[in-house]
Structures are given as C-alpha cells and as structure tokens.
C-alpha cells in the first residue's frame, strides 16, 4: 500500500484549518443603521431592488422605485424606526434580537465547538462578514439557518442567494446546509402556544379574539407558486390545535401591504379595525411569521394598528412580543440546529 503525504487543509488565508468543523450561521432580514433619511434610503434601496422581493421588470420598476419611492418612503419609514429605536444600543430591534439569538444559540454549542455567527441580507452586518467569521474560527461547514418559519421566495430564498453569492467569492468553499422552512415544528409551535398562554394569562380579562397577523405578499407570487401561504396556514391551524382555538377565536391575517397590487386577504388593519363594530372590544394580536420584534410588529400593530382599534370603539388591545431572544426561541433554534447537523457533530 502506498502512503501519500496529505497535506493538511487551508484557511482562505493560507494557514492550516480544523478538519470537519461547522458552524452555524443565522440570517435575517436587516434593518437600516440609524434612522437618518439617507440611511433608510439605502435600506430600503437595497431591499427593493432585490428582483426576489420586486419580481416586474427593473427597467419599469427602477425608475418609480429611485424616483417617487425612495423621495417618500424613507422619511415616513425614518420616523417609524425613530419610534422603536433602541436608543441605548443605537440599533434597531430587528438587529439586536438576531444578535442576541445568536449569543445566546452560540452558548448552547460551546461543548460541541460550533460556533454562531450572522449576518443580514440587507445592511449591516453582511452575510459575507457572516460567513467570513466562521472561516476565520476554522469552519469547514455551514449550517445557514433563515430565521424564517414560514418558506417565501422574498425571505428564505434571498437570504441564501446572498450565501451563495459570498461563497462564490472563495476558492476553497465550505460546504453548506440550508435550514428547511419549519412552519408546524412540534419546537415552534410549542414555543408559539407557550408565549401565547403565557401573555394572556395576566390580563384582567381575557381577549374574545387573538388575531394571528402575518407579514403580507403579493397574491400574484402565491398564484405563480410560493409556498408562503401554505406554510402560513400550517403555523394557524397547528397552534390553534395546540391551543383549542378555532378560525374565529384564532384568525389568520396579513399585514403590511406595499404598494398598489393585490396581496394576500385578509388585510390585518381593515380587519381588526372593523371588530369593535362587531362588539369585540377586547382582543389580543399575535405576530408568529416573525421571530423577532421589529418596525412591523412594534410600530404597525402595536402603535398604528392599536390607534385605529382603540379610535373605532376598542376597549384593550394586547400585542403579545415575538419569541425574540427568550429561553423558549433559543431551545427552539437549539432543536432546529442540531435536527439538521445530523452527522457533523
Ligand atoms: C414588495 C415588498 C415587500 C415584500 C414582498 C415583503 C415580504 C416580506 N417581508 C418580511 C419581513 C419583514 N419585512 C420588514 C420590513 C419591510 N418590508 C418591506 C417590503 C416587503 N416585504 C419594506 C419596504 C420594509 C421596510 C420597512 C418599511 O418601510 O415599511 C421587516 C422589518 C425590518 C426592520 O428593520 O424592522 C421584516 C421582519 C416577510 C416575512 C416577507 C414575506 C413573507
Ligand atoms: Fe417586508
Ligand atoms: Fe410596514
């Protein structure tokens, strides 16, 4: 038998790496850096620029987006980061959540030696920074999580386009798993039915109706086959199985429409702002398609949202938080994580 030197791996950098050493990458959306007009503009022209979010023509859609689009928008959407900020941080919600989630997963793995890291499909911190950190720490194979539950082209799909685009760069690339979409996870929805209990249990008297609002999308992209609707009827009917609730006492909406076109139905403002007509006063609103709190969940729902409700003749009105950075998200995103390392710890 014949013995060859195998010479040992190599870092981007040149130096010797660990041999078989994942990592585990989080992405998320992302978030504009401060709430500044220019910030949010190049934000938010990052973010529709992106053909997966904006799927017409450029040559159509590009002149409308930097023209009247990003002239608006960023000011209106500036103010609306202003009311959420976290000013002691300087960063938006969105971001220090996905940080936290990540410090927090990275503590569940440090016997195994994996490390966490993440990165953001828009803005700052890159998902090529992201990927850069696990090579440095000698990572040889990746687990991307979306921090997604319910699967959209616009979401799960751009994320990993990015991580594929940050891996084309590299002559030596890692290799990579890509968390599949987990909608009705027994994990997730015990989290999800957990918070829910646990968030009305205080109240001094319980809301007739928890609406379930989901992020919205245009109706067109479900019709030409993404499975976002389905997974969001999934996460619905799972957690009102888990908590004895039905379609009326559980409604699923959708929430934050962006421009002209048709999106998904029922829209969560007209929605909720028609119930007090309908004598239901007291109702409770939760965001499970987002694993974080953010500018949808902290200003639209919680402050615009609950203005019209209480405006039209509401009585209370409950926003339950995301999972956010809480013991049951991390266990959660633990039980997640290691399903799919299967075979590389
Ligand atoms: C055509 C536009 C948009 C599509 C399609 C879309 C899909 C989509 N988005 C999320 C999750 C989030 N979106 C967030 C903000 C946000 N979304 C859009 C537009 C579309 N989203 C805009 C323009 C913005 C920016 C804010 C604003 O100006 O209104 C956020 C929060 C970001 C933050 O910093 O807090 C999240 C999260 C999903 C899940 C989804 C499709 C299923
Ligand atoms: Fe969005
Ligand atoms: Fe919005």
């Not at 585990?24 to 978030?31: D, F």
Request: aromatic share 8%; net charge neutral.
């Amino acid at each position: 038998m014949v013995f060859h030197h195998i010479p040992p791996r190599k870092r981007p950098d040149g130096t010797a790496a660990f041999e078989g050493r994942p990592g585990i990458l989080l992405l998320n959306l992302g978030t504009p850096d401060d709430t500044g007009y220019r910030s949010v503009r190049r934000y938010l022209s990052e973010f529709l620029s992106d053909r997966r979010v904006i799927e017409g023509s450029p040559v159509l859609w590009q002149p409308i987006l930097q023209g009247v689009v990003l002239t608006v928008r960023p000011g209106k959407s500036g103010k609306a980061y202003e009311r959420i900020w976290d000013k002691t941080r300087n960063e938006s919600p969105l971001r220090g959540y996905t940080r936290a989630q990540a410090e927090s997963l990275a503590q569940r793995f440090i016997q195994d030696d994996v490390p966490v890291a993440w990165g953001m499909r828009y803005g700052k911190p890159s998902v090529a920074a992201g990927v850069r950190e696990l090579l440095e720490h000698g990572c040889d194979r990746i687990l991307a999580m979306p921090l997604y539950p319910q699967y959209s082209a616009t979401t799960t799909a751009t994320a990993n386009d990015q991580l594929f685009r940050a891996l084309m760069r590299l002559r030596n690339q890692p290799a990579v798993r890509t968390l599949p979409p987990f909608p009705d996870h027994p994990a997730y929805i015990k989290a999800l039915a957990d918070s829910v209990r646990d968030g009305l249990a205080p109240l001094a008297s319980p809301p007739q109706m928890v609406v379930a609002s989901f992020h919205g999308l245009p109706q067109e992209y479900v019709d030409k086959g993404d499975s976002y609707l389905a997974d969001c009827i999934r996460t619905v009917e799972a957690l009102r199985a888990a908590l004895g609730m039905t379609a009326e006492t559980l409604p699923l909406t959708f929430q934050s429409r962006f421009g002209p076109t048709k999106w998904l139905e029922p829209y969560t403002a007209p929605f909720i702002e028609a119930l007090p007509e309908k004598g239901v006063k007291n109702i409770a609103v939760i965001t499970p398609g987002f694993m974080a709190d953010c500018i949808e969940t902290l200003d639209e729902i919680g402050n615009e949202v609950r203005d019209e409700f209480m405006a039209k003749g509401g009585e209370a009105f409950t926003l339950l938080p995301c999972l956010n950075d809480s013991p049951a998200c991390v266990d959660m995103l633990e039980q997640l994580a290691r399903q799919d390392l299967s075979g590389w710890l």
